[in-house]
């Protein structure tokens, strides 16, 4: 059965960085895009980055774009992201995400009206003190 695996978060400064991991089985994994979500507190879940299957396309929120870069290898079944200059209202359990859709493009995570149609991960925490 697929199973999503998310590490790498962790308590950091403001203007610091961490880097998220995700490792994907159970899935032809090039042929699906994948994702990081997040969902703090009192706050609908955000899909915060996406990428298609390939890897050719990509989305970022408004909110971490120019500080957030995602990647996949699917050599490895991995997707990474990498976060830097970090807020604090980047504060978040950040969850690894697999569309269950296949080929879509990578903005498929941009609308996660009700419920998503996607594979969870378990989440891992992110805090971001100032």
């Known amino acids: 059965q697929v199973q999503v695996v998310e590490s790498g978060g962790g308590l950091v400064q403001a203007g610091g960085s961490l880097r998220l991991s995700c490792t994907v089985s159970g899935l032809s994994f090039d042929n699906h895009g994948m994702g990081w979500i997040r969902q703090a507190p ?10 298609s299957g390939g890897g050719d396309s990509t989305y970022y929120a408004a ?15 991995t997707v990474s992201l990498q976060m830097n200059s970090l807020k604090a209202e980047d504060t978040a ?9 296949l080929f879509r493009s990578g903005s498929w995570c941009s609308d996660l009206s009700g419920v998503p149609a996607i594979y969870w ?8 003190s100032s």
């Not at 009192?42 to 990428?51: A, M």
């Not at 500080?67 to 490895?76: G, L, M, Q």
């Not at 359990?93 to 859709?101: E, F, G, I, W």
């Open 93 to 101: 359990m950040y969850y690894c995400a697999a569309d269950r859709v």
């Open 121 to 128: 991960g378990q989440g891992t925490q992110v805090t971001v």
């Open 63 to 77: 909110s971490v774009k120019g500080r957030f870069t995602i990647s996949r290898d699917n050599a490895k079944n």
């Open 42 to 51: 009192g706050k609908e879940r955000e899909g915060v980055s996406c990428i």
